[in-house]
């Protein structure tokens, strides 16, 4: 994106972009996670809820835990984590893109493990779907990594490499969620709902206020809506 786009984002576009990548989020939370946990509960009976209410709470706490120990920095330059570090503002940017695919790796992971594994709540599609629609959004995600960097004037080539090396845990995070899933198939509902509540918590804590605050929060908004359709679309007709 960084080799196609203006050197400086508008506010606008950087609204569409979050909004955007936010709905996907929120829809793969939910058609391919948290759909596929309730269903492979379901000899809980009337406590079915329990596997993904409780893999939902903890994959929220991992992230907020994450959130906490790792120095980033967000769009509006405000910055949380541990105070004191030395790390650059560059670094601090590519990081805080960097927690939000940890869980997006998760969750493509964890998916392939169930379709693996023969579940049969999950189909080679429905993985598929998952994968392009993380995919999709990782445009958006890499603009919002690449482009305040060459705003501040770093070379295009050396923008492009942060934004790819922010999206490097994501395969990395779904081989090691495979590898960990396929072991322990009993407890798959509680690896999709992991990897939804850690979504999730991305995006009410990251990505919806990044898309409202301010002007423009109507165009986040309605991204946020063709975002969540997108996703819908994929999941239920791949799926």
């Given at each position: 994106m960084v080799f196609?786009?203006?050197e400086n984002m508008s506010e606008k576009l950087q609204k569409a972009l979050t909004g955007f990548a936010a709905g996907v989020m929120v829809a793969a939370s939910f058609w391919s996670l948290l759909v596929?946990?309730?269903e492979q509960s379901e000899s809980f009976g009337k406590f079915a809820f329990i596997p993904a209410a409780v893999g939902f709470l903890?994959?929220?706490g991992f992230l907020l835990l994450l959130d906490e120990i790792t120095p980033h920095m967000h769009l509006d330059l405000t910055e949380e984590g541990p105070k004191g570090s030395r790390l650059s503002r560059s670094l601090k940017l590519v990081l805080a893109v960097t927690l939000h695919n940890i869980p997006e790796g998760m969750a493509v992971g964890v998916v392939y493990a169930g379709w693996l594994n023969g579940n049969s709540t999950i189909t080679y599609f429905g993985a598929l779907a998952l994968a392009i629609g993380i995919a999709i959004q990782n445009f958006p995600e890499g603009a919002i990594v690449s482009m305040p960097l060459r705003a501040e004037g770093m070379p295009k080539w050396k923008t492009f490499l942060y934004g790819v090396l922010s999206g490097l845990v994501e395969p990395i995070g779904s081989v090691l969620t495979i590898l960990c899933a396929s072991q322990v198939?009993?407890?798959l509902p509680y690896f999709l709902s992991f990897a939804a509540?850690?979504?999730m918590y991305v995006v009410v804590e990251e990505l919806i206020p990044e898309m409202s605050e301010g002007k423009h929060s109507n165009i986040g908004t309605v991204l946020f809506a063709v975002g969540f359709v997108t996703m819908m679309i994929l999941d239920v007709s791949l799926g």
């Open positions: 196609v786009l203006k596929p946990a309730l903890i994959g929220v198939v009993p407890l509540g850690a979504m």
